[in-house]
Structure formats: structure tokens, C-alpha cells
């Protein structure tokens, strides 16, 4: 079943520890996104990318990074974790078609609680 | 950059009832999305309407590009319905979405 994956689903790390959020997708979709999402509020846009090697920095500025190596995979990674790095990571793809133009699907999340 | 705004904020409603959810744009879209997100944070696809109407069980929504919105209406509401609607949308030249700022929705049993 084509599907979007999220890996861990909940992180509790200390201050100054280094992470990597997974996400991979099986739908062959060339469009990923991260999102970060205070509990309740809006989606921010925070790394997105039409391909593979194709990177780019969303609308929210954050302090974390990312790369597009495979197409299904969309790791996003933060060097040094920071309480003000507390929040949900919700992962997403899509794919230009000519029926549903850019439909995104998203994962189930990562919520990061950083002591 | 393109806003999009949603009404009401927040929303209470007793088993049963009947509702509209509403999402207004500032300037044109080619694509629109509305998601349900679930007390888990799991957001869950709904429709994809750039414009027209569609239904999906007591589910439905209506586009009108022309006027800048979008609304969803949920009939005959269950307790399973609680959780934030968000409508989000793409404006011509970008694949990046722009979601709107959502629409709390607690039903009572």
C-alpha cells in the first residue's frame, strides 16, 4: 500500500543533542515538504523540495536542514536541539498530475520535545 | 504573499448538528485542499477542490474561485468529527501550500 512514513512518532532528547526526523514515501511522488506545527496552530512551511538534490528553505525560517538523496526519502536533521525546537514535524508529498494537479499526503508526524 | 483566513475559529456543536466551515483567499488559487486533523495530529485528506462542489458522505464542499472561498459543511455531526479543519491552498507558479490559520471543532456527545 502506497503510504508516507514518519520516524520516530515521538523524540524526548536534551539540549545540544543532534537528530534526524525520517520520512519516506512509496506513492512516487517527486514533490516532498516539512512542516512544523505548534499544537492547535497553523502549518508552517519550513523545507521543501520538487526532486532529487532539489532543496529549498519554506517560508518559516528554521535552524534545521535538510536532503534529497532518493526520491522517497526526505530526511530533516538539527544539530543542535534547542527547547525552542519543541513542536510537531508533519512531513508531506505530492505529485503534479494532470487530474489532481498537487494533492498532498501527509505522514502521521513527529512531536519533539526537547528538555 | 497570498493570506487565507478561516471561520469561526472555534466551534462547539452538540451530536447532530449541522455545520459550515468557511476559508476566504486573498487572490487567486489553483489548487485547494481541506484536512481534517485528529486529536492524534494525524491531518487527513477531505477534498481536493480548486473549484465546483463534491460530497463524500455527510461530508461535502464548494469552491467559488471567482469570489475568493471555499466551504466546507458537515451534516450530521459525530464526536469522531472534533479536531482542527484546515483549508490550504496554491497560488499560480508555486507548488508550495499556504494553509490557513484552522477551524477548532468539538462535538458534544
Known amino acids: 500500500e502506497a503510504d508516507i512514513y514518519q520516524t520516530p512518532r515521538y523524540l524526548v532528547i536534551g539540549t545540544g543533542k543532534k537528530i534526524t526526523l525520517e520520512c519516506s514515501q512509496t506513492?512516487?511522488?517527486?514533490?516532498m515538504y516539512w512542516y512544523q506545527q505548534d499544537p492547535g496552530m497553523e502549518l508552517h512551511l519550513i523545507h521543501y523540495s520538487y526532486g532529487v538534490n532539489s532543496t529549498e528553505k519554506g517560508d518559516l525560517s528554521s535552524e534545521s536542514t535538510v536532503s534529497r538523496i532518493r526520491t522517497e526519502h526526505f530526511p530533516l536533521t538539527l544539530e543542535s536541539a534547542r527547547p525552542s525546537h519543541t513542536s510537531q514535524y508533519l512531513c508531506a508529498s505530492s505529485r503534479f498530475s494532470a487530474h489532481t494537479y498537487n494533492e498532498q499526503f501527509f505522514g502521521p508526524g513527529t512531536r519533539l520535545t526537547v528538555l | 504573499g497570498i493570506q487565507v483566513e478561516q471561520s469561526p475559529p472555534d466551534l462547539i456543536l452538540q451530536e447532530g448538528a449541522n455545520s459550515t466551515l468557511r476559508c476566504n483567499f486573498s487572490?487567486?488559487?489553483?489548487?485547494l485542499q481541506w484536512f481534517h486533523q485528529n486529536p492524534w495530529g494525524q491531518l487527513i485528506n477531505l477534498f481536493y477542490?480548486?473549484?465546483g462542489t463534491k460530497q463524500n458522505g455527510r461530508l461535502s464542499a464548494t469552491t467559488v474561485a471567482t469570489e475568493r472561498y471555499s466551504l466546507l459543511y458537515i451534516s450530521s455531526s459525530q464526536t469522531t468529527d472534533s479536531g482542527v479543519y484546515f483549508c490550504a491552498v496554491t497560488t499560480s507558479g508555486t507548488y508550495k501550500y499556504i494553509f490557513g490559520t484552522g477551524t477548532r471543532l468539538k462535538v458534544l456527545a
Open positions: 506513492m512516487g511522488h517527486d514533490k
Open positions: 477542490i480548486p473549484s
Open positions: 487572490d487567486s488559487v489553483n489548487n
